[in-house]
């Protein structure tokens, strides 16, 4: 079994900062890419930044230069450093990742059960 466990999540005024972390844990050989996502309510899914095993970035535009996003590989944890907030990152952020579970295993993705943020105007 593979979980991955979502924390640092809350209610944060406009303009703070806010550190979520995913650690992934159980039979894993590998990860490959590790992602967030946010889905607020009403609205579909969407990618916040991904991070490959090269440690390769990718961001979503309307947090470009607000978020960062790193991992450590020993601890196969993934985090997001969120600086300055706005109302409209409110949502329910999750973690994702392609893990692959023995060395001839194929790359399977996983997902955390999510955590709330709340931003206040």
């Known amino acids: 079994q593979v979980q991955l466990v979502e924390s640092g999540g809350g209610l944060v005024q406009a303009g703070g900062s806010l550190r979520l972390s995913c650690a992934a844990s159980g039979s894993i050989f590998s990860i490959n890419t590790m992602a967030w996502y946010r889905q607020a309510p009403g609205k579909q899914r969407e990618m916040v930044a991904r991070?490959?095993?090269?440690?390769?970035?990718n961001y979503a535009d309307s947090v470009k230069g607000r978020f960062t996003i790193s991992r450590d590989d020993a601890e196969n944890t993934v985090y997001l450093l969120m600086n300055s907030l706005k109302p409209e990152d409110t949502a329910v952020y999750y973690c994702?990742?392609?893990?692959?579970?023995?060395?001839?295993?194929?790359?399977?993705?996983?997902w955390g059960r999510g955590t709330q943020v709340t931003v206040s105007s």
């Open positions: 991070i490959t095993s090269g440690t390769n970035t």
């Open positions: 994702n990742a392609e893990i692959r579970r023995t060395v001839i295993s194929n790359l399977y993705n996983y």
